[in-house]
Each structure stands twice: as structure tokens, then as C-alpha cells.
């Protein structure tokens, strides 16, 4: 589409702005906030993600947003001349769906390690919270962003993670030069899980179990040897 057509069809879409919704509804939350683990057990860490219509590249131009709020200028920085120069879009050619996390104040508590999950996109497993970065239209449905380690120090307790996933979209277009345009699109913290004014409410946590010692369970299985024992000699004197 070249640009008189993309401008052509940008003023029609602004003229018309007023009737659609002025964001998507579009969620990323945690599949299980809470839960019970036990000690020596990895945990993983899913989200699920909805929205209200369908976003991205392949919805074609505004991708799914309200066209007056997608970005009207960039600044560029210039590192020839040292200096930043403001240009204007003059089409809109795609989108970017950026998948990440924000983590206060570290993404591994005491006693875990986080390692994110990748996988094929055509793996018929879990689907992984990365692979949204390449794909034409956002995907929803229940993915899983990684799993925290536990080194063996934590027995007991609730542990706080404090990852919290997030959606950002960057849209991309050009200025009447042909310069490239690449530009932010979206609330200031992307669509996360847990937003900041919500920090204190929201999290991801998990109640720590200890494992019983082997000890403990040698001991268990003799209990129930026992118990069976007697009740199969109480049968025979009857």
C-alpha cells in the first residue's frame, strides 16, 4: 500500500474514531495467583492472555486499536550529528507484540532460580509466553513464561515471586521521507498482570511445603506394615 493510499484511508479512520472503543481489552493474568508446593519442587510461572478482538498485523491498519491512539510522532536520535529530530507518521505499515517481565526488586527470590521457557511454535506442548514475539496477530489462551528452581534452602513459608509478565506493542510506520518509524503503543507499563497501583493486592505465591525425611517415611511404612499385620492375625484367631 503506498502512502497516499495509507493517508488517504488514516483521515477516513480519524474522521470515523469517534464510534470505537478507545482500547482493547486485553488481559495477561496469572493462571494460578496461588497454590501449595512442596519444597524440592520446580514452579511454574503461566499466564493467560485475552482480548476483546483480534490485534495485530494481520487485523490490518489500525491492528485492532483506535486509530487516534496510535503514536503521531517519533523522536530519532541521530548519532552522525548528535542531535534528536521529531518526525510525523505519514502511514502505518505494522505492529510488534513484545511479550516480557518486570521484576521488583529481583525476578529470583531467596532460595529459587527463574529460567524462562522456549519452545518451538509448532511444539504441540506448552505454549510458551516468548513465542508471542512472532506472531502476526496476538494469540490467546494459557502460556507458560518459566519455571523458579528451588535450591533447597526454603522448607517451609509462603514465597512472594515478584515477576510480573507483561504485554507491550510498538507500531511501526514511516515519516513523508521515507525515514522508519518505530514507536510505543500501549499504557505506560504495557498490559501486565499485576499493575502498579495494584502491587499490593496482586502476586504470584506459593505455600511451601517441607518434604518428609526419609526417616519419617521408613517409619510411616513400617506404621502401615503394622496395621496390616494385626488386622490380618485379628482375622485368623476369628
Known sequence: MNHKTTGALLALTLASSSALAAWPNITVSYLQPTGVAEANTPIEMWVRVTADREIGTAAGFPFGFDVADLPKTETVYDFSTNTRKTYTFASYTSLSIIPG????????????TFE??????????????TNLAGSERLLTGDFLVGSFTPDGSVTSGTVTFSLVPALNFNVQGVATDGTQLNAYLGPANGFNACPYDQRDTCSFTRTITSVPEPSSLWLWGLGVIGVGAARRLGGRRV
Open 101 to 112: 517481565w518486570s521484576c521488583t526488586p529481583r525476578c529470583d527470590p531467596p532460595g529459587y
Open 116 to 129: 524462562s521457557f522456549y519452545a518451538p511454535a509448532s511444539s504441540t506442548g506448552p505454549r510458551a509466553f
